[in-house]
């Protein structure tokens, strides 16, 4: 009830595309789901994070679409370009306890120029 | 602002030796720090949880003897790798909150024990 399942596990798109990553939980107490974007030999940086009380959120290029009740999340990425090839995390965290963070296994996306 | 460093960023010990990573926050008062482990294209492992001038809260498996956390002050939080041998061999990421969600990551220090 812990995990959350994220896929793909690689993504390759042309430059401008659309790449689209899926995650989805079980345990509905979570509450924030954040998405991270790391580079190889770096740390994650935060993108963009999203509560369940809305449905979309933007910020940039960057798109969170939340389902409630499909218990799935998903991010966007438009008009990719190269400087977007990263490995992305989406995570899920609850209020009460600790608030750590349960990751998702990782999405590796190429954009191709 | 939510700059979280970490030193030093690559480090190469013995077998048998103790190593130690820093962890600050430069621009927040961090409450909460977390330490993660991650192996080459895996996800992030949580070891453990620290609050400030609290003992830290290891995840199941991760033996506390051997990865000692101190959370000194509201902007630093160590890690010291004891008698490490190959197998600790690893990318050794902090993070850090101010808040009740957000965390913020360093860039991470790799670890290589010969």
């Known amino acids: 009830q812990q995990q959350v399942k994220q896929s793909p596990q690689s993504l390759i798109v042309q430059k401008g595309g659309i790449p689209i990553i899926n995650c989805a939980y079980e345990n509905t107490a979570f509450d924030y789901f954040p998405w991270y974007q790391q580079f190889p030999g770096k740390g994650p940086a935060l993108l963009i994070a999203i509560r369940p009380d809305v449905s979309e959120k933007k910020e940039g290029r960057f798109t969170i679409s939340f389902n409630k009740s499909a218990k799935q999340f998903s991010l966007h990425i438009m008009d990719s370009q190269p400087g977007d090839s990263a490995t992305y995390f989406c995570a899920a965290s609850k209020e009460t306890g600790t608030y750590k963070y349960i990751f998702g296994t990782g999405t590796r996306l190429k954009v191709l120029a | 602002g939510a700059v979280v460093s970490q030193h030093p960023s690559r480090v190469i010990c013995k077998s048998g030796t103790s190593v130690k990573i820093e962890c600050r926050s430069l621009d927040f008062q961090a409450t909460t720090m977390f330490w993660y482990r991650q192996f080459p294209k895996k996800s992030l492992m949580l070891m453990a949880t620290s609050n400030e001038g609290s003992k830290a809260t290891y995840e199941q498996g991760v033996e506390k003897d051997k990865f000692l956390i101190n959370h000194a002050s509201l902007t630093l939080s160590t890690l010291t790798v004891t008698s490490a041998h190959p197998e600790d061999s690893s990318f050794y990421i902090c993070?850090?909150?101010?808040?009740?969600?957000?965390?913020?990551f360093g860039p991470g220090t790799r670890l290589t024990v010969t």
């Open positions: 993070s850090a909150s101010g808040s009740a969600y957000e965390q913020y």
